[in-house]
């Protein structure tokens, strides 16, 4: 593609990007298609000759996005919202054209500076201590990764990097039921062993009892475990349940253990004030992870890690021998060493233009708006006879059951999943189940970027519709 063939082509682009942006909201929310639709239509084998870009784009509306599930339409209520916003889309097409590696300072160092600056943005609007240092990992998961893997390394005296685990007696890790699969899947993969996470016990509103916790630890190190590290959550992705984040610290203080928050879909609530009692205690955290890929209005992916010790971070995963060392402290980073990759995007532009265009106080806004939603909702289905609430939404998810009289709760189970069913076929909302208190749990998130009242009270008109319905043609 010569570059005035891309010229035509992009503006063509960009001006469907704006179409989409507009009319996201008239798609099925949910992609339509069974297994294999798609694939059927897609050539069997590569093409032999170059297309002109027409016919590709052409392809491309005719035959993917058909099977697109729409994460943007404002009628997205399912699993955790992965907001994207005009800013941060065009600043995805700026690094795509620059289309640098990342990897140190010297390899373009404006988006290593940035980084660090974006980082502090954030970190001081969310009221984080200022002695956390923060740099961009692809996902939460992979932060996780890191904080298990410096966990591991501070335990073992950086024993298990130079030598491997051999010899050591098990070491274990800490969270509740409740926690995101990423932690299992980061114990797996940094060598405790799944048999090494053990789950705490839940106070009511599913979050970790701190007691069991203690009791937890102080029976493993009578039985000659190695305790190394305790992740808690603020906000559940279940339910957004918090973790009591200064009594998890005071455990992990008294037994020297590493200690992770994991607040990757709730972190956002910490620009608001209001809601910094959420968090209190995160200074004695050792390492924060949240997703400005889900809550902030920025592609995925951008997740953002914050430690306490950059140094250890580093030492856990620098390559370089000592001669090599590009850090000179306080001089630059080279965020090669904060964690696995080794190449980086230029992720950091992106929550630059972010942050930027909305402002602090605009990002505010919005998320307020977003809790608000949550509020309405729970106050309509408190109000509503057949409906039950799980919880008051503290944040942007709302829990709930249709329970009309005359089911055995087994029963219930089912018309709450043949309700969700219904509605997703539909395609005019999206939204998915969880498991709390046992039972099978509707839940909406409010959280899209342009979520508004009206999308939410057409949703709310449809659940109880359709609710309605399906427990007549049972009857
Ligand atoms: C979504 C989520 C994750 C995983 O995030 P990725 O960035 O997709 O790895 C981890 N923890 C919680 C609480 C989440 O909600």
């Known amino acids: 593609m010569r570059t005035e063939e891309f010229r035509k082509a992009a503006y063509q682009v960009v001006d469907w990007m704006a179409w989409y942006m507009d009319n996201v909201s008239t798609l099925p929310v949910k992609a339509e298609v069974k297994p294999g639709d798609i694939l059927s239509r897609l050539q069997d084998s590569a093409p032999e000759e170059g297309e002109p870009f027409d016919s590709i784009f052409r392809e491309f509306l ?17 699993y955790f919202p992965a907001n994207s916003s005009p800013p941060s889309v065009i600043a995805e097409m700026i690094t795509a054209t620059l289309a640098a590696q990342c990897m140190i300072w010297e390899t373009s160092p404006a988006a ?31 932060a996780t990764l890191a904080a298990l893997l410096s966990a591991r ?12 685990m051999q010899g050591l007696p098990p070491l274990r890790v800490y969270c509740s039921g409740q926690t995101h699969s990423s932690i299992e ?23 970790i009892d701190p007691q069991s916790l203690a009791h937890l630890i102080e029976a493993d190190i009578g039985l000659g475990y190695l305790p190394a590290a305790v992740v808690a959550t603020l906000g559940t992705t279940g339910t957004t349940a918090i973790d009591p984040i200064r009594e998890v610290g005071e455990v992990c203080r008294r037994h020297g253990l590493w200690f992770h928050v994991d607040a990757a879909l709730a972190g956002t609530a910490l620009l608001l004030p ?53 850090r000179t402290r306080g001089e630059v980073n080279d965020y090669r060493d904060w964690g696995v990759p080794l190449g980086r995007r230029f992720r950091a532009l992106k929550l630059w233009m972010v942050i930027k ?41 709302v829990c709930f059951r249709y329970t009309p009289s005359g089911y055995s709760p087994i029963q219930l189970d089912d018309l709450n999943r043949r309700l969700n069913h219904a509605l997703n076929d539909t395609g005019q909302i999206y939204l998915t189940h969880t498991v709390a208190g046992g039972r099978y ?35």
């Open 62 to 78: 005719d035959v993917v996005l058909p099977g697109m599930t729409h994460w943007q339409s404002p009628s997205f209520f399912a």
């Open 112 to 142: 290593t500076e940035m980084e660090q600056r974006v980082m502090e943005w954030l970190r001081d609007s969310m009221g984080l201590p200022s002695l956390f240092e923060g740099v961009i990992q692809d996902t939460a998961s992979t």
């Open 153 to 164: 390394e501070r335990v073992t005296g950086f024993r298990s990097n130079e030598s491997g």
């Open 185 to 207: 899947k980061a114990v797996k993969i940094a060598g405790y062993g799944r048999e090494n996470l053990v789950k705490t016990e839940l106070k009511s509103d599913l979050s």
């Open 274 to 326: 209001e809601l910094r009692h959420i968090a209190d205690g995160i200074e004695m955290a050792d390492s924060f992870v949240f997703n400005p890929h889900k809550w902030m209005f920025t592609n995925f992916d951008c997740s953002a890690y914050f430690v306490k010790d950059a140094d250890h971070l580093i030492k856990t995963f620098e390559i370089l021998p000592e001669y090599l060392k590009t």
């Open 357 to 397: 265009s909305y402002g602090v106080d605009g990002l505010r806004a919005k998320i307020r708006h977003h809790i608000s939603l949550a509020s309405w909702l729970a106050d309509q289905i408190v109000e509503a006879a057949d409906f039950e609430l799980f919880a008051p939404p503290l944040l942007n998810t």
């Open 441 to 475: 749990t509707l839940r909406m998130v409010t959280s899209q970027t342009n979520v508004e009242l009206e999308h939410v009270s057409s949703a709310w008109n449809l659940i109880r519709e359709m609710a309605a319905a399906i427990s007549q043609k049972r009857k």
